[in-house]
């Protein structure tokens, strides 16, 4: 019997894509559920991706072992009595115990095997190598996904945790490209190819950059002073910021942090030698290629695996590459040739990329039961007594966003910088879709308008947004209901119900939202 003969298999919930947050939230759906009618969901998760290279999308196949954490300040952690990175989510703080995680680093290995044990306790079916070709509804809501296979499986309810919220398009959700919230949808994040670097000491690599710091801050060493030339492209102002790069307010030289498990690289002294041996400026738009200033965790036995290597994409490029299971192209596997010659020169003995590129942003939906812009989270997010989780980060998009300064200078607005931090409370709405209620998009993709998706693409808010999907799926299914009909208030009671609602904290900065709400509708006009 062949796919396209066999009967269709029916499920209660099905998850498209295998992003931590979305395998977490059939998790959080499964448990829920079962509190509810002491009966075990159906559900299936399906991937595009290899499930034998690991499942948990860009964290696990991505390699992205450097987890992006809430960002607080003393101020606020000293007045709630909170840790250092606040109170997350119960099942993301579960996932972390579970795959070893100290602080910030978290080995994919681990990783893979602490998502397949929480899959296995709730019986979720796993495939993965997929292609969708089409999907089931009936009127608005979705039935069923049909694969290139001739393969359906019918559910009731859907997640959809794909970077580029592709299942959601599939069933006709209107997506902007790249920046299209802003009106740049050809504009883009940068996508990055993480690498492990195995034999290089921590210790080795401080010596390293310590001697360059040095020499490049010495104006007699004729060499150092050639390698910011090469790695500037010539660029005066280019070498001006490089130079300033080296050293803090105090004028010390600006040397890597060494934390418990992680490395923040804070100078752009290694990427300078790294831009000088290629002989490619250092410039993002420019050279297609940065070797960034790596964030690095600490995996043990000499292994470190390192965000940095940073390749520039258009809004149509991020979408290909999704759509393409995250595959890097052949330049990009090139380009770790190069790095591994450069690593090796420092002593390193092996260098291995990931199997698939950690995409950061791939446009956004349109048509969210309540879209979520950059000024409501710095005015505190959802109602404190509606939230479900508190989260904090920063406005910054890493790479920049080509044309937005030049946009913003011809309808007259001289800055596009908001440095400070929405610490904001957190609900599902935004994840909730009115045109097809019962389908949720969790992940970069969501309903972010403006600048909320800098913090929007983080995996750890995810995770909350994630935790409350999978809860208001439970709900859902136990009652008959739609995803789109259940409100945070629903799931906020069900974590206070089973003792798993975190602290709420979030904050409103109303000046600097206001500030930020100007620039939000000027842009987005």
Not at 123 to 150: E, F, N, P, W
Request: charged share 20%.
């Amino acid at each position: 019997m062949t796919a396209a003969t066999q009967p269709p298999r029916a499920y209660d919930l099905i998850g498209f894509g295998d992003e931590v947050p979305g395998v977490l939230a059939l998790v959080s759906a499964a448990r829920e559920y079962r509190r509810r009618t002491s009966k075990a969901l159906r559900m299936l998760l399906m991937f595009k991706g290899n499930s034998q290279e690991g499942i948990g999308g860009h964290l696990v196949r991505g390699g992205l072992a450097y987890l992006d954490r809430c960002s607080l300040s003393a101020e606020i952690r000293q007045s709630y009595g909170l840790p250092t990175f606040g109170e997350p989510s119960a099942i993301y703080q579960e996932f972390l115990h579970r795959a070893g995680v100290a602080q910030i680093a978290l080995d994919p290995r681990k990783a893979d095997a602490a998502l397949r044990a929480m899959l296995s306790e709730v019986g979720a079916d796993i495939i993965s190598r997929v292609q969708l070709q089409s999907v089931l509804r009936d009127g608005a809501k979705l039935t069923g996904i049909r694969l290139t296979t001739g393969s359906v499986f019918m559910g009731k309810q859907f997640i959809d945790s794909s970077v580029n919220a592709e299942l959601a398009q599939t069933a006709g959700v209107k997506k902007l490209q790249g920046f299209g919230t802003f009106g740049l949808p050809d504009s883009e994040l940068p996508v990055t190819l993480v690498f492990e670097s195995q034999g290089l000491s921590i210790q080795r690599l401080k010596e390293i950059e310590l001697n360059y710091l040095k020499r490049f801050t010495n104006p007699n060493d004729a060499e150092a002073q050639r390698y910011i030339a090469i790695a500037a492209g010539g660029d005066l102002a280019l070498m001006d910021r490089i130079r300033k790069s080296f050293v803090d307010e105090r004028g010390s030289l600006r040397t890597m942090y060494v934390g418990q498990d992680h490395i923040d690289v804070r100078s752009q002294a290694l990427s300078v030698t790294y831009h000088a041996f290629r002989g490619k400026k250092m410039f993002l738009a420019d050279g297609g290629v940065l070797l960034d200033q790596a964030n690095i965790a600490v995996l043990g036995g000499n292994r470190l695996s390192w965000n940095a290597l940073m390749f520039y994409v258009t809004g149509a490029q991020a979408e290909a590459l999704a759509r393409g299971a995250a595959k890097p192209t052949p330049a990009m596997v090139e380009e770790i040739g190069f790095v591994t010659k450069w690593l090796k020169s420092f002593g390193a003995t092996a260098v291995k990329a990931a199997s698939e590129l950690y995409i950061r942003h791939a446009g956004n939906i349109q048509g969210a039961v309540e879209p979520l812009s950059g000024a409501q989270m710095l005015m505190g997010g959802v109602s404190k007594t509606s939230a479900i989780a508190t989260f904090g980060y920063y406005l910054d998009v890493r790479g920049g966003i080509t044309g937005l300064g030049k946009k913003a200078m011809e309808k007259g607005m001289s800055s596009i910088s908001f440095h400070h931090p929405p610490l904001f409370n957190v609900g599902i709405r935004h994840a909730l879709i009115q045109s097809v209620p019962n389908l949720a998009v969790v992940s970069p993709a969501s309903g972010f308008d403006g600048y909320a998706c800098a913090a929007g693409r983080i995996v750890e808010f995810n995770t909350a947004v994630g935790n409350g999907v999978g809860i208001a799926a439970g709900v859902a299914l136990a009652s008959d209901r739609t995803l789109a009909s259940i409100t945070n208030a629903e799931v906020r009671q069900a974590l206070a119900t089973t003792g798993k609602l975190p602290r709420i904290y979030g904050q409103s900065y109303a000046l600097e939202a206001s500030r930020l709400q100007d620039f939000e509708s000027i842009m987005i006009a």
